[in-house]
T-cell receptor, first 110, second 113 residues
Framework: GIQVEQSPPDLILQEGANSTLRCNFS?????LQWFHQNPWGQLINLFY???GTKQNGRLSATTVATERYSLLYISSSQTTDSGVYFC????????????FGAGTRLFVKA | KAGVTQTPRYLIKTRGQQVTLSCSPI?????VSWYQQTPGQGLQFLFE???????NKGNFPGRFSGRQFSNSRSEMNVSTLELGDSALYLC????????????FGPGTRLTVT
């Protein structure tokens, strides 16, 4: 079945640093979303990005569907960026199913 | 516009009992999906409902079931609870099918003792 791999699994940054999180998927997908899960478990939508590039403040994302990967860029990181970042892809295998990667756990130090 | 709501937020049950969790989607959204999150297995898809019909189901035993009502609200039920069912259960709604952006509720944290 389709696999979604995220890297790195863990990341520690100094406040103000930049980072790139990667999501690789093993098959063609219908869409892709990036989420940030806060310490209380809430999944917060960051980007809905089946292809192309989007930016929202200090965050931006790029999905290259033909090469089966997506990147999430965090610039000038802040302590509030800490948490787990997930990418989720939707595939159609006789029905639509969303598969999550294992996540990247980010800790930003003050 | 109000977000996705889930009730209850926390629940403690005993092995062998059953539990029902509720999810109210964003107004106007017609699709509701359920996910289980555990430290060991991560986020796993349970099932998806659209217009009161289950459209897809993940790889979970028959003890896990759900339904959707005409107002798009959804419930999931777990019967004969096992310790391994302890998890955060997340519900997501989307406007339509397929391939629309999903919005998640705050989750229900279930502990089975």
């Amino acid at each position: 079945g389709i696999q979604v791999e995220q890297s790195p699994p863990d990341l520690i940054l100094q406040e103000g640093a930049n980072s790139t999180l990667r999501c690789n998927f093993s098959d063609s997908v219908n869409n892709l979303q990036w989420f940030h899960q806060n310490p209380w478990g809430q999944l917060i939508n960051l980007f809905y990005i089946p292809s192309g590039t989007k930016q929202n403040g200090r965050l931006s994302a790029t999905t290259v569907a033909t090469e089966r990967y997506s990147l999430l860029y965090i610039s000038s990181s802040q302590t509030t960026d800490s948490g787990v970042y997930f990418c989720a892809v939707e595939m159609n295998t006789g029905g639509f199913k969303t598969i999550f990667g294992a996540g990247t756990r980010l800790f930003v130090k003050a | 516009k109000a977000g996705v709501t889930q009730t209850p937020r926390y629940l403690i049950k005993t092995r062998g009992q059953q539990v029902t969790l509720s999810c109210s989607p964003i107004s106007g959204h017609r699709s509701v999906s359920w996910y289980q999150q555990t430290p060991g297995q991560g986020l796993q898809f349970l099932f998806e409902y659209f217009s009161e019909t289950q459209r897809n189901k993940g790889n979970f035993p028959g003890r896990f079931s759900g339904r959707q009502f005409s107002n798009s609200r959804s419930e999931m039920n777990v019967s004969t609870l096992e310790l391994g069912d302890s998890a955060l259960y997340l519900c997501a709604s989307s406007l339509n099918l397929p391939s629309y952006e999903q919005y998640f509720g705050p989750g229900t944290r279930l502990t089975v003792t």
